[in-house]
């Protein structure tokens, strides 16, 4: 990784005193494909998605059981949709404030449904072609949409809610 990176030399910024200002630190310069925003937010988004991934596949499966592969879908997916709305917040787009918070959740939650849209359909195939589908059939099918779905959702946070951020 750093390869990848080069030090900056710092270039003090002086205030009316003299002194060094609060951005003297040095600066990260990326080389080669982390040079371009989207690329490291793609990369962090992929970390985001994978933690999250597991958690809604596992919270699925124990669901299951109980209320029905559907109703299991949809509560893992928005269980989990809070989860990566705010971890996509913070490590993707690099947004710490806490101003506009409240709007970006409930955008998360419009672009969840899209994700449930693309699984829910994506399951309701499944049982239309194989209504005697396996728990591990629902499981590949709901990935196997979910890649898809991750990729809109990328696309409409980097793009909507959060473009205020897309080139951190």
Excluded at 3 to 22: E, H, N
Excluded at 24 to 39: D, E, N
Excluded at 107 to 124: C, E, F, R, Y
Aim: proline share 5%; net charge positive; charged share 15%.
């Amino acid at each position: 990784m750093e390869s990848q990176l080069q030090q900056a030399q710092p270039t003090p910024q002086t205030v009316s005193s003299g002194s060094p200002g609060p951005s003297a630190a040095p600066r990260r310069r990326h080389r080669g494909l982390l040079r371009y925003p989207a690329v490291r937010q793609l990369l962090r988004f992929t970390g985001v998605g994978i933690v999250c991934t597991v958690t809604s596949l596992a919270l699925y499966a124990f669901l299951r059981p109980w209320i029905g592969s559907q109703p299991a879908n949809a509560a893992a997916l928005i269980i989990t949709s809070l989860m990566n709305t705010a971890l996509n917040r913070r490590l993707t787009f690099k947004i710490t404030e806490r101003h506009r918070m409240k709007r970006d959740h409930l955008n998360g939650l419009i672009v969840i449904v899209v994700a449930l849209l693309i699984t829910g359909g994506s399951l309701g195939i499944l049982h239309w072609i194989n209504p005697d589908a396996t728990v591990a059939d629902e499981l590949w099918t709901t990935t196997l949409s979910g890649f898809l779905a991750t990729a809109v959702r990328f696309t409409m946070l980097r793009h909507w809610i959060f473009r205020r951020a897309r080139h951190r």
